[in-house]
Every structure is written in structure tokens, then in C-alpha cells.
């Protein structure tokens, strides 16, 4: 199976871009990549850096994500994915890149093969290879900058170690010259890594190091040949908290304007592989298949420094409540579930446990929508984030449609459906920096759908299309499981979504869903064959995408690239080894124990857990059996085959139950009779 994609990617790619012409070599092009190693936006001042301050007014600026293997990059991995143009890391406690040994007027790095055979970086060398292929020469000033030029044998043929060793007739003789600036980072290297705290330095020292930084980086730009075009990248972090770093690009047309890459589908925010394609472009080099990076893109007009600083600050400030907003749905499912137990056994407050549960259920899809709310604190995200939960549950019960059991439920799992999915369609703005979304400095993903938001995704289209099928029972109910959930799933899938494993895990609970809710079997040769399916479907979209130009290209269609090289292993191990963890994370796994627990006892015994209100739910509406159950077959896929794991299972069943809860407690006054036995409860689930 493998080996026939691939034939098929091969054959493919062959005939749409046969007779493509080549990319032209820009004649007497120029560029100068400069490095500052913990850069970020809030460090660039008129009086303390006066230099990078005038680079900045007459430049593109964005935000630079310098995520690579790890959580933190220090400047050794940071300017090692510059020379490999994907993501890398030397393997071991990292800190400074090596100083190299100089020959002549060129210089090599030490053990420079140890990043190929030991740590297993095989791209390591790319920019360097790709710039002697083409006949480009180059100048290296400084460790860094010799790391990221060096060919596949840790050679630079031009090696200084200060810019006051370089002439502009020096620079005019080759159109490649990158420098590193480490004069803020080194006084955060005294240990010889980076520190573990988030600031290690007091105002004043990091002010004296800037200083530095910005005259060396002043000495450079001063003698640079005219018509160069100037990237400078903040190429590292600085201590235990990784932030959003500056991007600048000086050229013709790009003063004022954002910088952003397609990489990550942001007008702003661009990622370190993006300097790589950008400099083999600029020079007129063609870019290595490897690179996974594609060119800087000069954006609309408006780029302001503060814009770029509240970027930073609005991840941190997700970045600091995300922990507790877990740890408290946590602690709000486990007691919702305990106090539900309680009073069910009791049949006492039932309509009090009822709007909590959709209250709960409303939380969720609260993260998102708050981004709609043009909160700037931590105390306006939490206040907007409770008012869109409080104004969710109201209209959940406000209409003509609270007579109806089903009516909070279709409320909440359509908001959840509908908010996700326009999300996906106006450029996934609420997904990122919201807490069960994703944020750039994090680096995992910048566009998109993310994998917690696919499990509501799901349960929210495969409840919601539940309740169209019990209102409108037969084929009409079937075609409305199989065709709402199936543009959803494309949605997710497509380039919009861009998500792997959600497709997998999601063609499953479609189908389960339409099997049931048509009243069919569903056996575990089934199951496995929409397993397959939704992985040809996947990587159809993965191949599709691949065939596409690389700054068309999405993580999907570099996998079918990874896949091609032999990389896809070690992709695949990563996010195996994640998903694992998570199996032991102890805000998510409490959420389905919980919750499952809850619902076994609930179908098993269902007098004494719950006043029989889930099989009053089941026998209220089938439909709404069988959209539970797609949604735990999705769930639980979808954590075997993402690497959020427990998270996507955790969120679906945060979503569900209690929605279930909240239809069986308005379904149980309309029984008749008691509750029926266990065989025949079973018997019901598994038709």
C-alpha cells in the first residue's frame, strides 16, 4: 500500500509539473541573514537599539515561531534548522553553537558528522550544499552563522569572527552573507545550556546586552552592499518559556508591512525553515525538496511594533491559565458526575443537575468564542469566556425548543458544530491562542484543525445530525448523518483543516452513526473496513495536497514529502510517544474515567445510578443512541491515532455525556412504566 502511493505521488507529480519552467536566478541579488539569538519584540527600543529600531521602521516585521524538536530551542538548534531547512536539534544539552576552527580564510566545525551519524540529522548542511550547487559563495561572521552556511562536511569557504573584519569590497564579492549576534544570549549560556527559569537576567543586564547586540548588528548593516536584501530573526529562546521572536525583512516594497510565510497560513507569524527557502529563493537557488519551509511574504500595510508585542502577550497569557482551565474542567466533570450521582439516586434536583450539565457541556466552545471579544487580560478572557457559556446555556433554554428533550442538546452541539466549522472556513482566527486550541509560540500547529477541536467537531456534527435524524426518521435522518458529517469531514481534512488523524478517526463515527441510525449492524469487520477508509480518504488529501507547489503545501502534503524520504518514522514515533503521555496526564484521564464510569454504571444499572435517565435518553431516541455511540468509536480512535491522545477522547466524552444527561432527565417524566432489565438495554445498543 505504502509503495503504490508513493508510485502514484511520483507518477502524478510527474505529469502536472512536466515542462514547468525553472525558477530564473535573480541576477546580482544580494542577501544578509542576521541572527540574534532571543530577540524578541518587546526588546526593541529607539534608545536602546537604535540601529535594529531603523532596520524595523523601513522593514516587513512579523512574529518568528523558533520551534524545533523540543519545546525550547536554544541558538545551536535554531541555527542548525536554518542550515537544514526543517527541524532540528544536535541531540544533546544544548546551548551555543561550536566555535569553529579556522583554515585560512575559510574555517570547519569540529565533529561537525557527529550531527549526520550520531544524532541523526541527515538534512544538517542543506543551506551550505545547496549554495555550492549553484556556485554561490558566501561570508559567515561568527559560530552561528558558520553552522548554518557549513556544507554536509562542516566546511565554510569565508569565516570571520567579528563584522569589523569585513569590508563592503569584501561583502560585494559574494551575495550570501549571514551573521550570528550573540551578544544577548551569551550571558544566558554561563551554564552552558539554557537556564530554567523564564528570565535570568535582571532590566539593566539584558538593556547592556541589547546594546551590544545592536552595535554589532549596526556594524554589519553599515557596510552592506546597497539593494541588499536584510533578514534579521531572533533565532532562539533566551530561558524556560518559549516566546514569540522578531522577524524583519528589508527590501524594495516591504517597509510597514506584516511578514508572514504560507507555511502557516498567518499574515504575521512565520517559522525558522521559512529563512532557509527564503534566502535559496531570493538568490535564485532552488529550493531542496527537504525544506520544508517556502518564502517570507511582505503583507498588508498596518504592521505596528505594539501589534507584534500584544501578539507575544496574548499567547502568554494563554499560555499561563491554560494548566489551570484543564485542571478546573477536570475537577468541574468529576464533581458534575459525583453530585449527578447523588441526587439521581434520589431523584432530587434533577432540573438543577440538568442546566448544569448543559452549562458544562457550553464551556468548551466558550474557549473559542470569546476570541470573538476583544479581551487583553487574563480577568477578560475568564470573564468572556463565562458570559458566552452563561449566554450559550440561556438560548439552550430560552426557545420553544427547551419543550423538547433534545432541545438544549441540538442548542449546544450545533453551536459547537457551527462555530468550529465557520472557524475552519474564515481562517481558524478563534482556534488559535485560545486554551483548548493552539498558539504560535508553542509551535505544534499555527492553522487548522487541532486535535481537541476536532474531537468537538466531531461530537458536535454527529449530535446535532442525531437530532435532525430523530425528527426526520428513515433515509432522511440517515442522509443527514452521512452528508452534514461528511462536510465537516472535509472540512477538517482539506487543506482548511489540514488534520491527519481527525479523518481517521472520524469516517468510523460517521458511519457507525448512519449504520444505526438506519437500523443495521455494525461488527467489528465494519469498523475496521471505515478504519481503512478513512485512511485512504486521509491520505488522498495528503497526496492531493502534495502535488501541490511547496508554498501550497500543508503538513499533510509535506507527510507524503517525509514519507518519500524516510522521515515519516521518526514523525510517527514522535507523536506516538505523545500520545502515550498523555494516557497519564492527570487533568484528562480523570475526565474519562469519570465519564465512562458514569455511563456504564449508568446503562448497567440504571435504577440505582441514574433513576434510569440515559435508557429513558436511548428509548426517548434511537438516534440519539446511535450518535453517542459513533461518538465514542470517533473518540477513542481519534486518541489512538493523534498525538493529543487522552484529550481528543476526554473532550468528546466532556461534550456527550452531560448532553446526554440533560435529554435523559427531560425524557424521564414522559416514561411509562419501569426501566427495562440490562439484556435488554444491551440488547437495544448493540442493534
Known amino acids: 500500500m505504502r509503495r503504490a502511493l508513493i508510485v502514484l505521488a ?11 519552467p525553472a525558477r530564473a536566478e535573480t541576477a546580482g541579488a544580494r542577501v544578509a541573514l542576521i541572527g540574534v539569538p532571543g530577540l524578541h519584540w518587546n526588546d526593541i527600543t ?26 525550547l530551542t536554544c541558538p545551536y538548534d535554531g541555527w542548525l534548522t536554518v542550515s537544514a531547512g526543517t527541524r532540528s536539534a544536535s541531540g544533546y544539552s544544548c546551548g551555543a553553537p561550536p566555535m569553529p576552527e579556522q583554515q585560512g580564510v575559510g574555517a570547519v566545525i569540529p565533529d561537525y558528522r557527529y550531527l549526520i551519524d550520531v544524532a541523526g540529522q541527515r538534512n544538517a548542511g542543506t543551506l551550505g550544499e545547496a549554495l555550492k550547487a549553484a556556485g554561490q559563495c558566501s561570508i559567515a561572521i561568527g559560530p552561528g552563522a558558520a553552522l548554518a552556511l557549513a556544507g554536509r562536511d562542516g566546511a565554510v569557504p569565508r569565516y570571520h569572527v567579528s563584522p569589523l573584519q569585513v569590508r563592503t569590497a569584501d561583502l560585494e564579492q559574494c551575495p550570501m552573507v549571514a551573521m550570528d549576534v550573540d551578544d544577548l544570549i551569551r550571558p544566558y549560556l554561563s551554564s552552558g545550556s539554557l537556564p530554567r527559569v523564564p528570565e535570568q537576567l535582571g532590566p539593566k543586564e539584558r538593556r547592556d546586552a541589547l546594546r551590544l547586540a545592536d552595535a554589532k548588528a549596526g556594524a554589519l548593516l553599515s557596510i552592506l552592499p546597497q539593494n541588499t536584501t536584510v533578514l534579521l530573526a531572533g533565532l532562539s529562546d533566551h530561558g524556560s518559556v518559549p516566546h514569540l521572536r522578531v522577524a524583519m525583512m528589508r527590501e524594495a516594497g516591504a517597509q510597514g508591512r506584516l511578514l508572514g510565510a504560507a507555511s502557516t497560513h498567518r499574515e504575521d507569524i512565520s517559522i525558522l525553515p521559512d529563512l532557509t527557502a527564503t534566502t535559496l529563493t ?28 500584544r501578539a507575544d502577550a496574548t499567547a502568554q497569557a494563554i499560555r499561563s491559565v491554560k494548566g489551570i482551565y484543564f485542571t478546573v474542567v477536570a475537577v468541574l466533570q468529576v464533581l458534575f458526575y459525583v453530585i449527578a450521582f447523588l441526587l439521581l439516586r434520589r431523584r432530587k434536583g434533577l432540573s438543577w443537575v440538568r442546566l448544569a450539565a448543559v452549562a458544562l457541556a457550553a464551556l468548551p466552545v466558550s474557549s473559542y468564542l470569546v476570541n470573538l471579544l476583544p479581551w487583553s487580560s487574563l480577568t477578560g478572557l475568564i470573564a468572556g469566556a463565562l458570559g458566552c457559556m452563561v449566554a450559550i446555556t440561556a438560548v439552550a433554554f430560552a426557545g420553544p425548543w427547551r419543550r423538547s428533550p433534545l432541545g438544549p442538546l441540538a442548542v449546544v452541539a450545533g453551536v459547537t ?16 491562542n485560545s486554551v483548548m486550541g493552539y498558539s504560535a509560540e508553542v509551535g505544534a500547529r499555527y492553522y487548522g484543525l487541532g486535535n481537541i477541536p476536532f474531537a468537538l467537531l466531531a461530537t458536535g456534527t454527529l449530535l446535532a445530525t442525531t437530532v435532525i435524524a430523530h ?58 473496513a471505515f478504519c481503512v477508509a478513512g485512511a485512504v480518504i486521509v491520505m488522498t488529501f495528503a497526496v ?11 503538513h499533510l502534503g509535506r507527510f507524503v514529502g517525509q514519507v518519500l524520504s524516510g522521515e515519516a518514522f521518526e514523525v510517527i514515533f514522535r507523536k506516538l510517544n505523545a500520545m502515550l503521555a498523555t494516557l497519564l496526564s492527570p487533568n484528562l484521564m480523570p475526565i474519562v474515567i469519570a465519564a465512562v464510569a458514569f455511563l456504564v454504571y449508568a446503562i448497567l444499572r440504571p435504577e440505582q445510578a441514574s ?29 489512538l491515532v493523534n ?45
Open 10 to 20: 511520483v507518477l502524478l507529480s510527474q505529469m502536472l509539473f512536466a515542462g514547468a
Open 46 to 71: 529607539q534608545a536602546d537599539t537604535p540601529n535594529l529600531w531603523e532596520l524595523a521602521r523601513s522593514s516587513a516585521i512579523g512574529s518568528l515561531s523558533v520551534r524545533t524538536v523540543g519545546s
Open 282 to 309: 531570493l538568490l535564485g537557488v532552488p529550493v531542496p525538496q527537504t525544506v520544508v519551509g517556502v518564502p517570507l511574504q511582505a503583507g498588508e500595510r498596518g504592521a505596528t511594533f505594539d501589534r507584534l508585542q
Open 417 to 432: 458544530a457551527l462555530t468550529l466549522a465557520g472557524d475552519l472556513l474564515t481562517g481558524t482566527t478563534l482556534q488559535l
Open 471 to 528: 425528527r426526520w426518521p428513515g433515509r432522511l435522518g440517515v442522509a443527514a448523518v452521512v452528508v452534514l458529517g461528511a462536510f465537516a469531514m472535509v472540512l477538517g481534512g482539506s487543506g482548511m483543516g489540514s488534520d491527519f488523524g481527525g479523518v481517521i478517526a472520524f469516517v468510523p463515527g460517521i458511519a457507525v452513526t448512519a449504520l444505526l441510525v438506519a437500523g443495521k449492524r455494525v461488527s467489528i469487520i465494519k469498523l475496521g
Open 544 to 554: 492531493i495536497n502534495y502535488l501541490q507547489p511547496p508554498d501550497k503545501q500543508t
Open 611 to 639: 433513576a434510569g435517565v440515559v435508557p429513558a435518553a436511548f428509548r426517548y431516541s434511537p438516534a440519539l443512541r446511535a450518535g453517542l455511540i459513533g461518538t465514542l468509536v470517533s473518540g477513542v480512535i481519534g486518541m
Open 643 to 687: 498525538d493529543s491522545g487522552a484529550a481528543v477522547l476526554s473532550m468528546a466524552l466532556a461534550l456527550a455525556v452531560p448532553l446526554l444527561l440533560s435529554a435523559g432527565i427531560a425524557a424521564l417524566p414522559r416514561e411509562q412504566g419501569s426501566a427495562p432489565g440490562v439484556g435488554e438495554q444491551l440488547a437495544r445498543v448493540t442493534k
